[in-house]
C-alpha cells in the first residue's frame, strides 16, 4: 500500500522528469503530446510515447473518432483532453507484446455521466482480460470479474486514478489515496487495447467524458517510484484534492477532529475517512438534531477555497439541505470566528463542490448543518481544497 495526500510531498519529479524515466513503461499517451487529428479535431491516432512507441491508440471510422480538446478545463489545470461522446466514440491499441500481472496503470479522466461505461479495457469479448470500469451505481472497479476490486464514489471533477493489477494485491488509488483493494482475475495485458468503450463497440459502455493521460508499466513500481508518477500527474494537472488526510480516527494520522454530537460507529471523522460509499448508512455521521458541527484542526494552516459536500442519505427525508462553513486561528468560534460560507435548500445526493472566496489562512474550520431531514441528517463526505482559483 502506498498511500501520500497530495500536496504533502516534494516536486521530485518536477524538472525534465518524465515516465519514461522509470523502466518497464509499455503505454504513455497524453494529450498533450502526439495527436494526429483533422480539421475538426477529430482523432485519427493518439501515438505511443512509452519505452515500447509502437502500442498507438487508433480509430480509422470518422464518426468513431474522439475529438481533441486543447483545453480540458480548470478541473484538469487546462491541459489538452481527448474527448469521448458517450454514444460511439473509441480508441484501440494493438498490445502487439504479453505483460502478465503486476500491471501498474495510472489515467488521468474526467466522467461526464453515471451511465456504465469503460475507459480502459483489454479484450474483445465480455470477459475481458483487465477493465477499469465505472458503473452506473458510481461504482469503480478494475477487472468486473471474479469480484475485482471496487469502490464507490460520485462523478469526481478531475481524477487521478492509478489501478495495479497484482493477484491478491490488487488496489486502486484516488488522487493518491487508496481507495480499494482486493482480487481480480491473474489475465495478462495483451491483445485489443479499448480506450472509452467496453470491446470495440460490441457491448457498449461508451465513455463520456476526457482522458488526458495514460501511463502503464509492466510491473510492480516501488514505492518512490509510484509517488514519482504521481507526483509527476500531480503537478501537471492540478486536480481537484482535499486538504485533509484521509483519517482513520479523530487524530489519525494528523491534525483533529471535532464534533458537537455523535453515534458509536458514525462519528464525525467519518467524513474525511476518504471512503465514498453511494447512499445509506455505512462510512458517515450523522444526528438527529439541528444545528450540529464537524470540524478539523490543521497542523499548520490552511487557506481553504473551496468544498465538496456529499449527503448520500438512504432517503431523501433524511438528506440535510443547509449549513455553514466557519474558520478561526483560535477555535474558539465564540464570535471571532469568520463566517466563509452559508448555503440554504440544497440537494447533495451526489457530490457538489462549493467555491467561496477566500485568501486568508485559517488553523480551524466548522461545518455546521443547520437543516435537512425532519427525523436525521446523513453527512458521506466533506473535503476541504485550497487549490481551487
Not at 469503460?118 to 477493465?131: C, E, H, L, Q, R
Not at 481537484?240 to 483533529?256: C, D, F, K, L, R
Amino acid at each position: 500500500m502506498i498511500q501520500i495526500p497530495y500536496g504533502r510531498r516534494n516536486a521530485a519529479s518536477g524538472g525534465g522528469w518524465v515516465p519514461t524515466d522509470i523502466g518497464g513503461c509499455v503505454l504513455w499517451l497524453r494529450g498533450d503530446g502526439l495527436v494526429t487529428k483533422d480539421g475538426s479535431d477529430l482523432v485519427s491516432q493518439w501515438s505511443d510515447e512509452s519505452s515500447v512507441g509502437t502500442n498507438h491508440a487508433l480509430q480509422a471510422t470518422g464518426s468513431n473518432q474522439p475529438l481533441y480538446v486543447a483545453d480540458g478545463g480548470i478541473g484538469l489545470n487546462n491541459k489538452p483532453v481527448i474527448r469521448f461522446n458517450g454514444s460511439d466514440n473509441f480508441l484501440v491499441a494493438n498490445i502487439a507484446a504479453s505483460y502478465s500481472q503486476p500491471i501498474t496503470l495510472f489515467m488521468v479522466w474526467t466522467e461526464n455521466s453515471r451511465l456504465e461505461q469503460y475507459p480502459f479495457a483489454v479484450g474483445t469479448s465480455f470477459g475481458g482480460n483487465m477493465w477499469l470500469q465505472y458503473y452506473s451505481n458510481s461504482m469503480l472497479s478494475l477487472i468486473p470479474q471474479a469480484g475485482g476490486v471496487k469502490y464507490y464514489r460520485e462523478i469526481p471533477i478531475s481524477l487521478i486514478t492509478a489501478g495495479i493489477w497484482n493477484g491478491a494485491s490488487s488496489e486502486i488509488y484516488e488522487n493518491g489515496h487508496l481507495v480499494g483493494s482486493g482480487t481480480p482475475n491473474s489475465n495478462a495485458l495483451t491483445g485489443t487495447l479499448n480506450l472509452g468503450v467496453a470491446y470495440d463497440g460490441g457491448y457498449g459502455g461508451y465513455m463520456n467524458g476526457d482522458l488526458a493521460e495514460i501511463i502503464v508499466y509492466d510491473g510492480l513500481l516501488s514505492a518512490s517510484d509510484f509517488i514519482l508518477v504521481e507526483d509527476y500527474l500531480e503537478n501537471k494537472y492540478k486536480p481537484y484534492i482535499s486538504e485533509v488526510p484521509i483519517m482513520s480516527n479523530a487524530t489519525t494520522p494528523s491534525g483533529v477532529v471535532t464534533v458537537s454530537a455523535q453515534n458509536a460507529g458514525y462519528e464525525g471523522w467519518r467524513v474525511f475517512d476518504g471512503k465514498y460509499d453511494g447512499v445509506g448508512y455505512t462510512s458517515c455521521w450523522y444526528y438527529t438534531s439541528y444545528p450540529q458541527w464537524v470540524g478539523y484542526e490543521f497542523s499548520g494552516t490552511e487557506v481553504i477555497k473551496g468544498y465538496r459536500v456529499h449527503g448520500g442519505a438512504a432517503v431523501p427525508t433524511e438528506e440535510l439541505t443547509g449549513w455553514s462553513l466557519k474558520a478561526s486561528n483560535t477555535g474558539a468560534f465564540a464570535g471571532e470566528e469568520t463566517i466563509l460560507d452559508i448555503q440554504i435548500g440544497q440537494d447533495v445526493t451526489s457530490m457538489k463542490l462549493y467555491t467561496i472566496a477566500n485568501t486568508t489562512t485559517y488553523k480551524y474550520y466548522r461545518f455546521t448543518v443547520t437543516a435537512g431531514g425532519a427525523s436525521q441528517f446523513v453527512l458521506h463526505t466533506l473535503e476541504f481544497d485550497s487549490r481551487i482559483p
